[in-house]
């Protein structure tokens, strides 16, 4: 079983900076892709990055040039680094990595909140 631990949110201010950060444990062979996704009171769940293994990153465009997804194979970790965040930015943000263990998996973090608000 495959577990995973996000932290890093909290409140900011307009224009401000988090970094979000989720840590992969249990039985892993292999990570594939890892992203993560936002989920904004009333709207659906959507993309915002995602890396593969070779280090290939895509960005939603809303995201793009302010928002930085890396990952640190030795310690099954994927970061996000939010830069000038705006307000509509504010949701829960999820982690979700798949890879191969005792079975292949696709485990998504407990979720944790970004407030952007002044």
């Known amino acids: 079983q495959v577990q995973l631990v996000e932290s890093g949110g909290g409140l900011v201010q307009p224009g401000g900076s988090l970094r979000l950060s989720c840590a992969a444990s249990?039985?892993?062979?292999?990570?594939?892709?890892m992203g993560w996704y936002r989920q904004a009171p009333g709207k659906q769940r959507e993309l915002v990055a995602a890396i593969t293994s070779g280090g290939s990153t895509n960005y939603a465009d809303s995201v793009k040039g302010r928002f930085t997804i890396s990952r640190d194979n030795a310690k099954n970790t994927v970061y996000l680094q939010m830069n000038s965040l705006k307000p509509e930015d504010t949701a829960v943000y999820y982690c979700?990595?798949?890879?191969?263990?005792?079975?292949?998996?696709?485990?998504w973090g407990q979720g944790t909140q970004v407030t952007v608000s002044s």
């Open positions: 249990g039985s892993i062979f292999s990570i594939n892709a």
């Open positions: 979700k990595i798949s890879g191969s263990g005792a079975a292949d998996f696709g485990s």
